[in-house]
């Protein structure tokens, strides 16, 4: 598994912007397809954005499509997530997670696939 930690999360106002980051250490972190997921209060965790190893593809929930940019830069061990226009709905913990995969252009939506977890990191969107 990767270690992976989390930042960038805050207070922000509605339509404002964040970009968390996510750094990995510990694996080759380039054979790791990425994700973030996140979870509100009272709410199960939820899939938020993917992106396959060579970051070629991406995939975004419907909420968020248009508004949040899922990247990475592999020569910095790191995984990002640019959020536009934010909304109080988008208010949860975000969680950073990989999965090792042989696949360079694949990736999946499924939290059962990713072994790999951050600790999350707090995201709140005040109207």
């Not at 995939?59 to 536009?84: C, E, H, W």
Request: proline letters at 2%; one cysteine or more; hydrophobic letters at 30%.
């Amino acid at each position: 598994q990767v270690h992976l930690v989390e930042s960038g999360g805050g207070l922000v106002q509605a339509g404002g912007s964040l970009r968390l980051s996510c750094a990995a250490s510990g694996r080759t972190f380039s054979n790791y397809a990425m994700g973030w997921f996140r979870q509100a209060p009272g709410k199960e965790r939820e899939f938020v954005a993917a992106i396959s190893r060579s970051g070629v593809n991406t995939y975004y929930t419907r909420p968020v499509k248009g508004r949040f940019t899922i990247s990475r830069d592999n020569a910095k061990n790191s995984v990002y997530l640019q959020m536009n226009s934010l909304t109080p709905e988008d208010t949860a913990v975000y969680y950073c997670a990989g999965y090792l995969t042989d696949s360079t252009t694949r990736l999946t939506i499924e939290d059962r696939t990713y072994d790999s977890w951050g600790q999350g990191t707090q995201v709140t969107v005040s109207s």
